[in-house]
C-alpha cells in the first residue's frame, strides 16, 4: 500500500476513533494489512510534527487525534486531499513571488527610464534655452545695427538738408 493511502486511512482511524489512543503499529497490521514499521513511524512523525495527534507518554506510535488533526480532517477528508491542497498553495505562492518579482523589476526599469529621460529632458531644455538666448542676442545685435544705420541714414539726411 501507498504511504498516502495508508495515511488517509490512519487519518480516518484517528478521527472516527477520536476518545482513546491507538497505537498504530498493530492497528495497521490489523485494519489495513501493513506492517512496514519504518512507514508508520514516517506517518506518525508527520503527524506529530503537524501537531494533528498526541502521543502517549515513552510510546511513539500509540497516538490520539488532537483539536488540529480534527479539524484538518473534517476540511479536507483526508490527507491526500490535503497535500493536494497544499501543492495548491504552495503553486499559488510561487506564482505569486514571480508575479512580485516582476512587477518589482518593472518599477526598477520605470525609474530607471523616468530618471534618464528627466536628465534628457533638462539637458535638452537647457540646450535649448542656450541656442534660443543665442538667436536672441543675435536678433538684439541685428536690431540694434537696423536701429544704428536707420539713425546714420536719418542724421545724413539732416545734413543734407541743412547743406
Known amino acids: 500500500?501507498?504511504?498516502t493511502n495508508l495515511f488517509d486511512k490512519i487519518l480516518k482511524h484517528l478521527y472516527e476513533n477520536k476518545e482513546d489512543y491507538?497505537?498504530?503499529i498493530p492497528t495497521s497490521e490489523q485494519y489495513f494489512g501493513?506492517?512496514?514499521?519504518?512507514?508508520?513511524?514516517?506517518?506518525?512523525d508527520?503527524?506529530?510534527?503537524?501537531?494533528?495527534?498526541?502521543q502517549k507518554?515513552?510510546?511513539k506510535f500509540s497516538?490520539?487525534?488532537k483539536y488540529n488533526g480534527k479539524q484538518t480532517f473534517e476540511k479536507y477528508k483526508s490527507y491526500s486531499s490535503f497535500l493536494r491542497d497544499l501543492k495548491k498553495s504552495e503553486s499559488k505562492e510561487k506564482v505569486q513571488k514571480n508575479t512580485d518579482r516582476i512587477l518589482n523589476n518593472i518599477s526598477r526599469i520605470s525609474a530607471i527610464f523616468l530618471g534618464?529621460?528627466?536628465?534628457?529632458?533638462?539637458?535638452?531644455?537647457?540646450?535649448?534655452d542656450d541656442v534660443k538666448i543665442d538667436k536672441q542676442k543675435t536678433e538684439i545685435e541685428n536690431l540694434n545695427k537696423k536701429i544704428d544705420s536707420?539713425?546714420?541714414k536719418k542724421h545724413n539726411r539732416k545734413i543734407k538738408t541743412k547743406a
Open 116 to 128: 534618464v529621460s528627466s536628465f534628457i529632458l533638462s539637458y535638452n531644455k537647457f540646450f535649448i
Open 46 to 54: 508527520e503527524m506529530i510534527e503537524r501537531e494533528w495527534v498526541d
Open 34 to 44: 501493513i506492517t512496514d514499521e519504518d512507514l508508520i513511524e514516517s506517518i506518525v
Open 150 to 152: 536707420i539713425l546714420i
Open 63 to 65: 497516538v490520539i487525534i
Open 1 to 3: 500500500m501507498e504511504r
Open 57 to 59: 507518554n515513552y510510546d
Open 22 to 24: 491507538w497505537n498504530l
